[in-house]
């Protein structure tokens, strides 16, 4: 978990601008893991169940290396787990 000293914002409060970052970090990352860049409709649910679940805030977009190594220790786990094909 990423900690800040803002409080949590729920994904589905997020502005778009920060979506669209979020989704960026997350290509990155789920490259070393997938065969295929995901789609978008596969990739919002998984970004919404790590947002969310991490409580992370938009602070947490300060430090892209934190948030880029966030996503690829979820997303490894979700590949292996069967979440991202």
């Known amino acids: 978990m990423i900690t800040s000293r803002t409080s949590h914002v729920p ?3 997020l502005p778009s601008e920060a979506r669209a970052l979020l989704s960026i970090f997350a290509q990155a990352a789920a490259a070393r893991y997938v065969a295929q860049p995901l789609k978008q ?5 998984l970004l919404e169940t790590i ?3 991490n409580r992370l805030c ?3 977009f300060a430090d892209p ?5 966030l ?6 786990t979700m590949c292996f787990a ?3 094909q």
């Open 58 to 60: 938009l602070s947490d």
């Open 11 to 13: 994904f589905a409060e």
């Open 41 to 45: 409709s596969e990739l919002t649910p």
């Open 51 to 53: 947002w969310n679940r």
């Open 71 to 76: 996503l690829e220790t979820e997303l490894s």
């Open 65 to 69: 290396y934190r948030m880029t190594a």
């Open 82 to 84: 069967g979440g991202v």
